[in-house]
């Protein structure tokens, strides 16, 4: 089961929090209010039965003969019952229940001189049975009071308190939820602009706070990502220099490696293959030059204004067409509709050339070459048929001097380890990613996608 998020649970700790305080308070509310509207009816029930029951005496001791419109008059409502006990007879009045439904105990207990009260629900309705002796005579006098207003103000203070209790937990949850957000927010925004700064975006920065709580955290974060930037710029400025100043004697040697080369028929032995060696590191070495420049040019512009609306069909074909010797069996032609991208021509040009030398260099050329669309961004794919990349590998060989299985070899066929760390870094400057999975049918296939220009 997937953890809740802080928000969240900051939310579900309020809220049960809540839903327990209020579920106490209301138990307590419960039992003082039932408690005393139930002892005040109890003591007005008794205290009008004690005045009918002297009145019922008084009649008994004088012999009166209106004894039973004394006890129809008695009744105080159509749910009131009155019952009169006497040796071999049960005198009933108002509304008519059988006398065998009371309890044994409570009638005997008022013909012995006990005053006794009882709740009973007599013919589905809730009454307050009290039973009190007649001086007069060994009999006993019940009355039954109707508890039906009081039970009908009880259900509805039960579900007004569980009502009030859900809504206040319901509550609860939601201000927690809207509160922890708040609270997090700059969390979310430091979250953020962490995300950019890893994502190549050195000038992301947190806004300024005005919470003092926070602003320590928003300027130390700051402070740290412009040190940063400015270590990258330096770093980038000092391969950009180095590189640049190592162009004017490389190319001396670039040139003095081709007269050699075409001299190589006149040096046998030992001597020729020591040249061969060196023409080729040479070459080797200028393409690092070449690679390192693009990378600190890269990186030190941060905004791109070259950008144009470009078709990325005919973008490829004119790389494959550029490539003497390059044959694609499968090219994908323009397609209908055009799969348009807003870009930087030369860096896209780099991006298809590079995964093109990649898959000569270590997979004996591409085998398929494809623009596709999908879900509003272009897709290029780059299909070899070579031993494939390890999963392992997948992510390191887009990092810079990262050659995969091939670190620490030499050779003309094992790059700079330069070629695709450019092609992850123009495409992140496109807003796009690129990565290497598994082709259909053994191989790797090379994926880049990037946005699809708006028309």
């Known amino acids: ?193 962490a995300s950019r700064i890893a994502g190549g975006d050195l000038k992301a920065r947190l806004p300024t706070q005005t919470d003092p709580d926070l602003t320590h955290l928003a300027t130390t974060f700051n402070s740290t990502a412009d040190a940063l930037e400015q270590r990258v710029l330096r770093d980038a400025r000092f391969a950009g220099d180095v590189s640049h100043e190592l162009r004017s004697p490389l190319t001396t040697m670039v040139n003095a490696a081709a007269v050699l080369r075409r001299r190589r028929a006149e040096i046998p032995g030992t001597a020729g293959r020591a040249l061969d060696l060196l023409t080729s590191e040479v070459d080797r070495f200028a393409d690092m030059v070449v690679d390192l420049l693009e990378i600190s040019r890269a990186d030190q512009q941060a905004d791109d204004t070259d950008l144009e609306v470009i078709d990325l069909a005919s973008l490829v074909d004119n790389v494959l067409d550029s490539r003497p010797g390059t044959e694609v069996p499968v090219r994908t032609g323009r397609p209908d509709p055009q799969v348009l991208v807003l870009g930087d021509r030369r860096r896209l040009d780099r991006v298809v050339d590079n995964l093109l030398d990649n898959a000569e260099r270590h997979a004996g050329g591409a085998v398929r070459v494809a623009v596709l669309t999908r879900d509003g961004r272009a897709r290029l794919e780059v299909d070899d048929a070579g031993p494939g990349v390890p999963p392992g590998l997948r992510d390191r060989i887009f990092h810079r001097f990262d050659r995969g299985t091939r670190a620490g070899s030499r050779g003309t066929d094992t790059g700079s380890g330069l070629g695709l760390a450019l092609v992850a870094q123009h495409v992140q400057r496109h807003g796009g990613s690129v990565w290497v999975e598994e082709r259909p049918g053994g191989g790797a296939r090379f994926v880049v996608e990037i946005p699809e220009a708006r028309q």
Do not use: C, K
């Open 1 to 193: 089961m997937p953890r809740l998020s802080l928000r969240w649970r900051v939310a579900v700790v309020l809220g049960i929090g809540s839903l327990l305080l209020t579920s106490a308070l209301a138990v307590l509310v419960w039992n003082l209010t039932s408690g005393y509207m139930l002892r005040q009816r109890e003591q007005s029930a008794i205290r009008q039965a004690q005045v009918n029951v002297r009145l019922v005496d008084e009649a008994l001791r004088t012999g009166s003969d209106g004894l039973e419109d004394l006890l129809t008059g008695l009744t105080t409502g159509p749910d009131s019952t009155v019952l009169l006990y006497r040796t071999g007879q049960v005198l009933t009045s108002g509304r008519q229940v059988d006398p065998r439904v009371l309890p044994d105990e409570l009638v005997e207990l008022g013909r012995h001189d006990t005053p006794a009260g009882q709740r009973l629900v007599v013919d589905g309705i809730p009454v307050l049975a009290v039973s009190l002796p007649i001086d007069s005579t060994d009999g006993a006098y019940v009355e039954l009071a109707p508890l039906v207003q009081l039970d009908q103000t009880f259900r509805f203070l039960s579900i007004l308190l569980i009502t009030g209790t859900v809504v206040n937990g319901l509550l609860s949850v939601a201000l927690g939820s809207w509160a922890s957000r708040r609270a997090l927010r700059p969390l979310t925004t430091l979250t953020a602009a």
